[in-house]
T-cell receptor, first 106, second 111 residues
Framework: KNEVEQSPQNLTAQEGEFITINCSYS?????LHWLQQHPGGGIVSLFM???GKKKHGRLIATINIQEKHSSLHITASHPRDSAVYIC????????FGAGTRLTVKP | SQTIHQWPATLVQPVGSPLSLECTVE??????LYWYRQAAGRGLQLLFY??????ISSEVPQNLSASRPQDRQFILSSKKLLLSDSGFYLC??????????FGSGTRLTVV
């Protein structure tokens, strides 16, 4: 079993929809990261969380340490949000989820 | 401010040829450095990490090696590439805490 599990693997949405991507982990962590990988492969760090909730523009990330679960929400989704979203946890080094491929259609 | 440089962005190499990917960090001292690989359709996997000059730890046995000749330089190498070495290679650094900064990645295609 992977240490970091993401769902769904693939997600297609219409522009404007509210999107949720989930991440569960099975190990003790110092922080959880949400990353965005664009089609060319480059990775951008969206959030680093150790508790609670963070918001940046239309993106919201939450984490529940007791339940070992985090969610990434995108409000008013747009085609430019199309990317692979990766959950990762820090335990000294990083362990990554397999990613969620999001496609937002106009 | 701290920055990380990784090059080249893309690389096409024939089977059996050598490989050298370089990653350098600016604006910090004694960073922890990492090489990750993302094979097609799979998640990122840690290949090597280094906590100091000349100190390399390998997570998985493979056809690759890593070196850290200087504090802020991390090199990924192979003497003879295999088709299975194709993938996306990502360098990252951290200051030992939870925060990580990623390079822009190298897409390697072995033909």
């Amino acid at each position: 079993k992977n240490e970091v599990e993401q769902s769904p693997q693939n997600l297609t949405a219409q522009e404007g929809e509210f999107i949720t991507i989930n991440c569960s982990y099975s190990v003790g962590i110092s922080a959880l990261h949400w990353l965005q990988q664009h089609p060319g492969g480059g990775i951008v760090s969206l959030f680093m969380l150790s508790s609670g909730k963070k918001k940046h523009g239309r993106l919201i990330a939450t984490i529940n340490i007791q339940e070992k679960h985090s969610s990434l929400h995108i409000t008013a989704s747009h085609p430019r949000d199309s990317a692979v979203y990766i959950c990762a946890v820090s335990l000294g080094d990083m362990r990554f989820g397999a990613g969620t491929r999001l496609t937002v259609k106009p | 401010s701290q920055t990380i440089h990784q090059w080249p962005a893309t690389l096409v190499q024939p089977v059996g040829s050598p490989l050298s990917l370089e990653c350098t960090v600016e604006g910090t001292s004694n960073p922890n450095l990492y090489w990750y690989r993302q094979a097609a359709g799979r998640g990122l996997q840690l290949l090597f990490y280094s906590v100091g000059i000349g100190q390399i730890s390998s997570e998985v046995p493979q056809n690759l090696s890593a070196s850290r000749p200087q504090d802020r330089q991390f090199i990924l190498s192979s003497k003879k590439l295999l088709l299975s070495d194709s993938g996306f290679y990502l360098c990252a650094w951290s200051a030992g805490g939870a925060g990580y900064t990623f390079g822009s990645g190298t897409r390697l295609t072995v033909v």
